[in-house]
T-cell receptor, first 117, second 112 residues
């Protein structure tokens, strides 16, 4: 069984501050994918990134960056120079790459980010 | 708009009534998923279709829940004899590969 833990329930930052959202996962699978999704107040889950368990390179996309460390089973997400539009609930998720449950995303409980102008 | 669509977006019903939700996936996607999200929680998997075949059902899906995907296109999720505990956001997702699921806007169900 998979488990995803997002220990930070809510975070508030002032606009332009950097913020890191933590994600720790547990899985027995050797290959898997990790994800981050954004859920704004409208409710729709917006895909942000997918990371293969074989690829531990950090990734940067604009103001977003992701730090994957397999040794600590963590996949953290940093927003640089936060903006009010970043306010949302952010979910980390995991899916096995093959075998049982390879169709089923396991989500953490989410971190609610509030960016204060 | 070629994304996943869900209808209705909101549904308020009285306990004991039946409700049905619809999901229209992205047209070229052969896989379709239903998830349920309660307040303050992440989405939880309910069921999965590949084409018209329902391949997996979570134990969360009680006998009062039934899902169909006739002809491998749109899907419906029906809840019979609704209970207050069924109040949640019901999310549909579709994919071509199982690891790239795209979500719809959800149907928010409130059972009074």
């Amino acid at each position: 069984a998979q488990k995803v833990t997002q220990a930070q329930t809510e975070i508030s930052v002032v606009e332009k501050e950097d913020v890191t959202l933590d994600c720790v996962y547990e899985t027995r699978d050797t290959t898997y994918y990790l994800f981050w999704y954004k859920q704004p107040p409208s409710g729709e889950l917006v895909f942000l990134i997918r990371r293969n368990s074989f690829d531990e390179q950090n990734e940067i996309s604009g103001r977003y960056s992701w730090n994957f460390q397999k040794s600590t089973s963590s996949f953290n997400f940093t927003i640089t120079a936060s903006q009010v539009v970043d306010s949302a609930v952010y979910f980390c998720a995991l899916i096995p790459a093959a075998g049982a449950g390879s169709y089923q995303l396991t989500f953490g409980k989410g971190t609610k980010l509030s960016v204060i102008p | 708009d070629t994304g996943v669509s869900q209808d209705p977006r909101h549904k308020i019903t009285k306990r004991g009534q039946n409700v049905t939700f619809r999901c229209d996936p992205i047209s070229e996607h052969n896989r379709l998923y239903w998830y349920r999200q309660t307040l303050g929680q992440g989405p939880e998997f309910l069921t999965y279709f590949q084409n018209e075949a329902q391949l997996e059902k979570s134990r969360l899906l009680s006998d009062r829940f039934s899902a169909e995907r006739p002809k491998g296109s749109f899907s419906t999720l029906e809840i019979q004899r609704t209970e207050q505990g069924d109040s949640a956001m019901y999310l549909c997702a579709s994919s071509y590969d199982p690891d790239e699921q795209y979500f719809g806007p959800g149907t928010r169900l409130t059972v009074l």
